[in-house]
């Protein structure tokens, strides 16, 4: 029991900080944004570091690969499963809409409720750019000083990988900066341990303001999809990423994997945030015994460009607008069209910058939904953003165990480990 106690304090600590938020929201309603600042404080500590978190991680994990044969292989083995993961989670959903009709019941009378009740806008910035420019802005900015924002992670990313090869190649006389680069990951982690000791009110308070907020909007119209893409969210979450654990790595794989889940999972759903769930996700990484170079790679990569919960919003979001327009979606070319559509909208807009509302308005145009149709999917991503940011977030790190699986062969979680100076936790 003690053992128990001590292996899962912090877990359950989070938890009960959760648990407690949610009731003082339901109770106090909209009022509850009075604690919203407290629980700011904490996001805006978590954002503040991880610019250069993510920066110090990457550059010095590729930095420190002694073969570049390595990073390519990483790399395509990262694409490989973010696109896999990505299809499967579509195919699911699909079936589960060709199943039951989520917007079954429905009328047009309910089309202008929402549309009323609603509320969302095309960003101004959104209608001026074409898709070809809205590429260009995935992976570059226009300014070095750009890249010091959370809101161009894909980017930083980028120019980090770059940096990292060319320390490598640089060899002897890159030590310096090599060396400069491992104190800054190390001073980096250390401190998200200290700030993490505000996590238990910061996230009660967070989510105290989001409950209170969120709880009178949901409106019946969308209390049908909100249900079911919980339900599905669930089956991915806990048997799909069972799968992906025991395809990484056996049955210790999926018991490694379930014994360090919950704190990414509460990071993920309390903060609706992929971005600050990456200093969870890289300690669980690190415990389960996932190679560093893989973990310090797969994750803050996966940010933006590993999005399955954003991909099953897609395909609710699409549905949900053929049914309250009367159209129909039950047939095998207008499925694969969702399939398709679904992986554009959240898994590779999702790496854009703004690229959720843009997706939004692919949809609209794809479908020839009128404009005014807009803020009924804005609302959609609303009320399902803590479950999909929970596939999104935790997905990257069972996604991390798969690609060691692919890169350092089924014994990886022992080698790992070793290479982590630490052994696997199982």
């Known amino acids: 029991m003690k053992n128990f106690i001590k292996s899962y304090a912090t877990p359950l600590i989070l938890l009960l900080s959760i648990l ?4 003082v929201g339901i109770i106090m309603g909209p009022d509850a944004k009075m604690f919203e600042p407290l629980g700011q ?7 503040t570091l991880i610019v250069p978190l993510v920066f110090f991680s990457v550059t010095s994990s590729i930095a420190n690969m002694g073969k570049m044969k390595r990073l390519g292989k990483i790399m395509v083995n990262i694409a490989l499963v973010f696109a896999v993961t990505a299809i499967i989670s579509a195919l699911i959903t699909i079936i589960s809409v060709y199943i039951v009709d989520p ?13 009323e009740d609603a509320d969302g806008e095309i960003s101004e910035e959104a209608k001026k750019l074409s898709l070809p420019e809205q590429l260009v802005k995935t992976v570059t900015v226009g300014d070095f000083s750009a890249l010091f924002s959370k809101s161009n992670l894909l980017q930083l990313i980028v120019i980090s990988v770059i940096c990292g090869l060319a320390i490598a190649l640089a060899g002897e006389k890159a030590m310096a900066f090599k060396d400069f680069l491992n104190a800054g990951s190390a001073v980096m982690m250390k401190m998200i341990k200290i700030i993490m000791y505000y996590a238990p009110i910061g996230l009660a308070c967070y989510f105290a ?3 209170g907020q969120l709880g009178t909007q949901i409106l019946e119209g969308y209390l049908k999809v909100f249900i079911m893409y919980l339900i599905v969210s669930i089956v991915y979450y806990f048997a799909f990423f069972s799968i992906y654990a025991y395809v990484g790595a056996g049955k210790a794989g999926v018991k490694a994997f379930w014994k360090n889940a919950v704190a990414p999972a509460v990071t993920a759903l309390a903060t609706c945030s992929s971005a600050a769930s990456i200093p969870v996700n890289l300690d669980a ?12 790679t797969v994750i803050p990569l996966g940010v933006n460009t590993h999005k399955d919960g954003s991909v099953v919003g897609g395909v609710f979001k699409i ?9 129909d979606y039950k047939n095998i070319p207008m499925l694969l069209s969702i399939l398709v559509v679904s992986l554009l909208v959240g898994a590779v807009m999702g790496a854009i910058p703004g690229g959720g509302m843009i997706g939004e308005m692919l949809i609209l145009s794809i479908y020839g939904f009128p404009p005014a149709a807009l803020p009924v999917i804005a609302v959609i991503s609303t009320i399902i953003d803590a479950p999909a940011t929970l596939l999104n977030a935790s997905g990257n ?3 991390a165990m798969v690609v060691a699986r692919f890169v350092d062969g089924k014994n990886w979680l022992k080698t790992g480990a070793r290479h982590n100076n630490e052994s696997p936790d199982i």
């Open 319 to 327: 549905v949900f607008l053929f049914g309250l327009f009367g159209m």
């Open 209 to 211: 303001s989001i409950i």
């Open 285 to 296: 990484a690190k415990k389960i015994g996932i190679p560093n170079d893989i973990a310090e």
């Open 41 to 47: 404080i904490f996001l805006n500590l978590i954002f």
């Open 103 to 115: 917007t079954e019941g429905l009328g047009q009378d309910t089309i202008q409720t929402i549309l």
């Open 397 to 399: 790190t069972v996604c």
């Open 20 to 23: 407690v938020g949610g009731i």
